[in-house]
């Protein structure tokens, strides 16, 4: 079992940054791969961005690459999500998933999910 507790979410204006958190606890945090999805009102699920249990390698959806940066502290049971230049359309509720390989990560087939966080950028 693993508990994923996100934080870091609030109201930002266009062109601010804000920097998300996800802290786990129960399994080894280092035996999974991570990632971050997010929900807009009316809208699927949809990934963002996944990093490798090592953190060696990451993946992104093409409308965050360049201002959203994943990355992961395993001593300290946790992975991140630096947004900038936060656009209106980034407005959504970010979650945080675990999975047990980074394929599974990236399709957000992980077993576990935070609560999510809610994140909105005003124009």
């Known amino acids: 079992q693993v508990q994923l507790v996100e934080s870091g979410g609030g109201l930002v204006q266009a062109g601010g940054s804000r920097g998300l958190s996800c802290v786990a606890s129960g399994n080894t945090f280092s035996n999974y791969a991570m990632g971050w999805f997010r929900q807009a009102p009316g809208k699927e699920r949809e990934f963002v961005a996944a990093i490798s249990w090592s953190g060696v390698s990451t993946r992104y959806v093409e409308s965050v690459k360049g201002r959203f940066t994943i990355s992961r502290d395993n001593a300290k049971n946790t992975v991140y999500l630096q947004m900038n230049s936060l656009k209106p359309e980034d407005t959504a509720v970010y979650y945080c998933?675990?999975?047990?390989?980074?394929?599974?990560?990236?399709?957000?087939?992980?077993?576990?999910w935070g609560q999510g966080t809610q994140v909105t950028v005003s124009s």
């Open positions: 998933t675990a999975g047990r390989n980074f394929a599974t990560a990236i399709r957000g087939a992980g077993d576990y």
